[in-house]
């Protein structure tokens, strides 16, 4: 049995579908501070689209 905790950033990009645009509000309740999600910006990991609202880098929007 595995005890290695998986990173928040692996553990966002599993849960959520390609495609989906995540919102800061909701991603802060889920206990991603504003620095983290900056980290993930300046990163790459995730691309802002709007205020407040990202998406995984090199995803295309599902509408």
Do not use: H
Request: proline share 5%.
């Amino acid at each position: 049995m595995s005890t290695v905790k998986p990173s928040k950033i692996n553990r966002l990009l599993k849960l959520q579908p390609s495609g989906v645009v995540l919102i800061s509000s909701w991603l802060v309740e889920q206990g991603y501070s504003p620095e983290l999600l900056r980290k993930y910006r300046n990163s790459n990991w995730l691309t802002t689209i709007g205020t407040g609202a990202m998406i995984r880098e090199n995803d295309q929007l599902v509408y």
